[in-house]
Every structure is written in C-alpha cells, then in structure tokens.
C-alpha cells in the first residue's frame, strides 16, 4: 500500500468529516513534505550487504505518466529512477509524496530478485508482486552476479498511518516502493508499487546512428593501431574475423595499412554506447591489398565479398583463435613430454588461458568430452570431407555438445592446458576424408558464390557503401567502458587505401 489507500474512505464515519480531514491533512502534509525537503538529513538503518545513498529528486514533469510500454529520452541515472517512482505515487496518490529512501545493492553469486530485496527490508508478498510484475519485461532466471540494483523503501504516510490505526492494523516501518536497475546497455527497467500492486516500465536510450571509419598504418599490432584509431575490441575482433581466411596474421608488420568503416551509436552526449556492423574492411600489407564489403543476400545470408563479388569466407579459417602465437607447427617435432620424436598432427597456438576459440567453420560437432591425453576436446564434422579437432581446452562453451550445430566463427571453448600438456595453447587439427592436413597451408574452397541476379544488387550496395566511406568522418578513440567513448570527430581523413 503506498500514497492514498482507498481504505480511507471505506473507514471514515461520515462524508463531513471525510472532506475536512482531507483537505487539513492535505495542508498539513504539504507543510511537513516541505520543511522535511529543506532539512533532510535523517539517519537511516543500513541493512547487511546494502549501501543507502542520498537520491536528488529529478523533475517529475518531464517524465510520463501514462501507461506506456516504454519511456524515450529517461536517462539511465538513480536520480531519474527515484524520479519514476515518485511519478507513479503521484499518479494514482492524489499528488501526495511519499517519503523514500533509496538503497544501492550488488547481487552476489547465488543471490536472485527475491534474496535481494529481502536483505533489504522487503516482505515476502511485496517482493513476489514486484518480480511478478517485471516477468514479461525481463525474467528473474536472468539476474547475474554483479548486477546493481537500486531499491527503494518507503515509510508509511501520514494518511496510511489514520488508515491503520481506524482499521486497528500495524504497519511495517518501511516497505517496499520499487526497484530499478539498468538491463542493458540501452534499458533502464524500473519497478513501482500502486496500492498493494506493482508495475514495471522499461526506458529506452534513444540512440543515433553513425558511421565512421578507423584507418592508419600498423606501428605496433593491428589490434592496438586499429584502436588507437578508433576501433573498438568489438570491431577489432570482427576485423580479425573478415582478414582470418586471407591473412596469415604473423606476417603483419608495421608500416601495413587498414581502413575499416563501421556503425556506431552514440547518447545525446555524444558517448558512444554500443558498436553495429562493419560495412567495409582494407588491409594492405605484402602483398596485393584486400578489400571487402558487406552484403546481406537476398535470403538474409551475411558475407563480406571483393569489388567483383567473390567472397572472403572459405570454408575453413586458418587461426580459429585470435592474439595467439603459434608455439609448435604441424609435422615431426621433439615431444617436450614424451622426450621422443613424433609426428605433430596439428599446430599448437599459444595464448593465455580462458582466451575464447572458435568453430574454423560450420558443421555438427561429433564429440566434446575428455579424451585421453588431449584434456578437454572437441571435434567437428564440416562439408567436403573435412573435420577440425580442438584440444586441451579449459571448458567448453554453452551449448556445444556432441550432435550440436556450431557456425563459422561461434565461440566453442576456451584455452586451457588440460590432458598432456606443458602450459596453455590450442591445439588445433584438420583432417581431409580422415588424413591429417597442415591447417596453415590448406588451399580451401571459398565460401558463397552470388548468382548473376545476386551480382546486380551486390554491385549496387557496393557504390553505395563507397559512397557512405568517402563521406565517413574518422573516429578518434577514448575511454569509456569496454566499447570505448569515440567522442571526437574529424570530417576530414586520409584517402581510403585500397581504392
């Protein structure tokens, strides 16, 4: 129960005293809400694992209050969450303002919704109404360890307090008003009581759509010159992704050239919020340069393709693990264990353990288990004779298991030094119709071939995303999050390379 409870009205004796009470308490309330505004500073009770905070109470009257499914421009702030709330006691209060506090709280690993907000005061039925009640918009099973929560109790108004006392009930000294937190990077949902009920609403950052582009010479790596351009980790690993089948990235040196165009969204401040796709990749390095751009096929199929139409997907990727050494190449070596010389079946690459691998390619995967001395393993069955195998993984991905599909690309499991081995890497194979063939000199087949139809609507997105490049300005990289704040902009730019 919050705000005005209509219990009030069942529980005065007469329609006289109804009207005086009502308009006096009224006053009387607005008085008290005023003088308690101008000298708040009362102390409150900490419960365990939970940090009060002092909340600025943002403009009730930029925010709606009508039903709606979503809130466009409700910045992501504890302030404005405080904000929600209160707009929703006023909404179906009367105007009367009730006295919140908002508590800050960090799942821990085991904790869900209920847990929380019952080391924060709340009783069981209000927290089972509220979670309830933000089901449809995000379910209670996805609330992660390290989650922050913003949870806000109430202390009883003084017309709650007559309501109780006619009605000879107790009444808690706080309960629950609602709860907020931020689902994602665009979506803030905030829970709010309504009487003895709860409603939830998801706010939506409304975001703009740029494109941009990073481009430069390599000094040190292509991973640190492409975000010292603008890139993002994101954008880098999908980058590497793009170059995997054509590059051998052990031979990039410094003094090669890239360019890459890609979207970016950005806040009303310019911060950018989340990256989308790369419309277009350059790469010169050795030898001829390498030029792609994307083209969503008619039949929603996504591929990078030349100026011609021919596509940089082959049906295997060389390294299926990006930032990675190769520390042992395919063919007879020295076991460093077994202190004998034996055939090498694969090419091992070294990275630091937990580093993600991925599928070299589409296919059904026909084990992934413990097998003997390869530790944790994993192999794949692809088109064409091929198969790919994948040892000494710490874990495997969710999801992948024996008779699970897996796309080129997807992320199956991760480095580890499980079974015989002297320290983390990768162990990687490919068998041709059952014989083992050196993963760094496969000749493969190449990937989608577009029909003459295709070729026309390609050739047409092709101009258009030369277009967009040339008039692209250039992204200059900051700090801020994972994704980076590319705040600051240069309209004008080197000439695109490979054009």
Do not use: C
């Amino acid at each position: 129960m919050s705000g005005f409870n209509v219990r009030i009205a069942q529980a005065q004796r007469s329609r006289t005293l109804v009207f005086f009470l009502s308009v006096g308490g009224a006053l009387i309330l607005v008085a008290l809400f005023l003088i308690s505004r101008a000298t708040s500073g009362s102390e409150t009770i900490e419960p365990s694992g939970i940090n009060p905070v002092s909340v600025p109470v943002a403009d009730v009257s930029e925010l709606p209050v009508a039903e709606a499914a979503s809130v466009p421009q409700f910045s992501l702030e504890l302030m404005e969450g405080r904000a929600l709330i209160e707009a929703e006691h006023a909404q179906f209060a009367g105007g009367e303002a009730p006295s919140v506090r908002a508590l800050e709280a960090v799942v821990r690993r085991g904790q869900t919704f209920a847990s929380v907000l019952d080391n924060a005061g709340a009783s069981r039925v209000d927290a089972a109404r509220a979670i309830a009640a933000l089901e449809p918009l995000f379910s209670a099973r996805r609330l992660r360890a390290g989650q922050q929560l913003t949870i806000f109790m109430e202390t009883p108004s003084e017309a709650d307090q007559i309501a109780a006392r006619l009605d000879e009930t107790a009444l808690p000294e706080t309960w629950l008003a609602g709860f907020s937190f931020q689902a994602d990077e665009e979506r803030t949902l905030t829970v709010a009581r309504v009487g003895d009920q709860f409603r939830a609403r998801e706010a939506v950052r409304n975001l703009e759509r740029e494109v941009v582009r990073a481009s430069g010479e390599v000094l040190t790596s292509l991973y640190m010159s492409a975000i010292e351009a603008g890139a993002t980790d994101r954008i880098v690993g999908e980058l590497a992704n793009v170059l995997g089948f054509a590059v051998d990235f052990r031979t990039i040196q410094p003094g090669d050239d890239f360019d890459v165009v890609f979207e970016r969204f950005v806040n009303r401040r310019g911060e950018t919020i989340r990256t989308g796709d790369i419309l277009y990749v350059v790469f010169d390095g050795r030898g001829d340069a390498l030029e792609y751009f994307r083209f969503v096929a008619p039949d929603g199929e996504v591929g990078f393709y030349t100026a011609e139409g021919e596509s940089a997907q082959r049906l295997l990727m060389k390294m299926p693990i990006n930032g990675a050494r190769i520390s042992s190449s395919f063919g007879m070596r020295f076991h460093p264990i077994l202190a004998r010389n034996r055939p090498h079946n694969g090419t091992d690459f070294a990275a630091p353990r937990g580093t993600p691998i991925m599928a070299a390619g589409a296919g059904i995967v026909e084990r992934a288990n413990r097998f003997g001395s390869f530790g944790n393993y994993i192999r794949i069955r692809h088109t064409n004779g091929y198969e790919t195998a994948y040892a000494h993984l710490q874990g495997f991905a969710r999801g992948v298991r024996a008779g699970s599909r897996v796309q080129q690309g997807q992320v199956i499991g991760y480095v580890g030094t499980t079974g015989r081995s002297t320290g983390p890497h990768l162990h990687y194979e490919v068998h041709l119709n059952g014989r083992p063939t050196n993963p760094m000199a496969l000749d493969l087949p190449t990937g989608r071939r577009l029909s003459d139809d295709e070729l026309v609507l390609f050739e047409a997105e092709r101009d258009r995303i030369v277009a967009i490049r040339d008039g692209a300005p250039m992204a200059l990289a900051s700090v801020d999050g994972s994704e980076g704040a590319l705040l600051a902009q240069n309209p004008s730019g080197p000439a695109s390379a490979g054009r």
